[in-house]
């Protein structure tokens, strides 16, 4: 039987230090802000949004949102992360992802200030990712590694299998394990032996998008399992990437969805903001 390692407990935690930390910087004049900006009505970012600006009061950070209407322009949409960028009140600018379709994603990641990029997508910011040398970590794999680390769970020498390989979450999650000395495996929607491979990983990250995606048989005895997914179901229920209940008594250790790797991110999103406005 898996033991359950809680997201809303560590990332309590680590909002608690960035609280802390936070609190101090006031008695100083010093307050920290966070731009979070949304194009248009997708439910799913709004919820993220929303959840941003909760932790935002939680740990005393200022919150400033721009919720855009979805005809909005690229060109409008730059002028404000511009605009942004050059606002001394804000430490750390976020742009709600996926943009609508008119718009170009990379252009805008391009224009936010490297040192304001709180989500760690700026060219600058994953080269500095690559080479191992970074202020910013991109939030989600940062908080699967916090999880790790607070669990005691150690990767050196270990076989670690990554499941997704996107810019946001796959990539950068095969570099940080790598950075921890991990034998790094990256699987997608190419990958031949999907099931061979994820049953021999001692940690197995999936980040799929699809409900469900891992079944035990995938999962080798006693194995930790990190599951990024967060799919809505027709019945509007939230669901990992791992058929939990399946792998549940296989693993040596599971997260849930919800509870388990999102409210991390959102963690590692107000650590990220603190560590730019020290900055
Ligand atoms: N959409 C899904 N995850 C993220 C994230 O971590 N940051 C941003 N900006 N958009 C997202």
Redesign the pocket.
């Known amino acids: 039987m898996a033991k359950i390692i809680d997201g809303k407990v560590i990332s309590a935690k680590v909002k608690a230090q960035v609280k802390e930390e936070t609190d101090k910087l006031k008695t100083q004049g010093i307050s920290i802000g966070l731009a979070v900006v949304i194009v248009g009505d997708n439910p799913a970012?709004r919820v993220?949004v929303n959840n941003k600006k909760k932790a935002c009061a939680e740990v005393g950070f200022e919150s400033f949102e721009y919720a855009l209407p979805e005809e909005t322009t690229q060109e409008e949409l730059l002028e404000l992360v511009k605009q942004l960028n050059a606002d001394e009140r804000v430490n750390g600018i976020?742009?709600?992802?996926?943009l609508p379709k008119h718009i170009d994603e990379n252009a805008v990641i391009n224009t936010i200030r490297p040192d304001k990029d709180v989500?760690a997508f700026h060219p600058e910011n994953v080269g500095h990712i690559m080479i191992g040398d970074f202020s910013f970590l991109p939030?989600?794999p940062a908080g699967v590694m916090e999880m790790l680390a607070q669990t005691g769970i150690d990767v050196d020498g270990k076989n670690c299998v990554v499941i997704g390989r996107s810019n946001?979450v796959g990539k950068p999650m095969a570099m940080l394990l790598l950075h921890k000395n991990a034998t790094v495996t990256i699987c997608h929607s190419h990958t031949k032996n999907l099931k061979e491979i994820c049953s021999n990983a001692d940690v197995l990250v999936a980040a799929v998008g699809k409900a469900r995606f891992v079944s035990a048989d995938m999962v080798k005895e006693g194995a930790v399992v990190i599951d990024v997914g967060m799919n809505r179901l027709e019945n509007g229920k939230l669901c990992g990437d791992v058929d939990y209940e399946a792998c549940f008594d296989k693993a040596g250790y599971i997260t849930p969805v919800p509870g388990g790797v999102g409210p991390m991110?959102i963690a590692m999103l107000m650590k990220n903001t603190l560590t730019s406005a020290k900055k």
């Open positions: 970012s993220y976020l742009v709600q992802l996926p989500d939030c989600t946001i991110t």
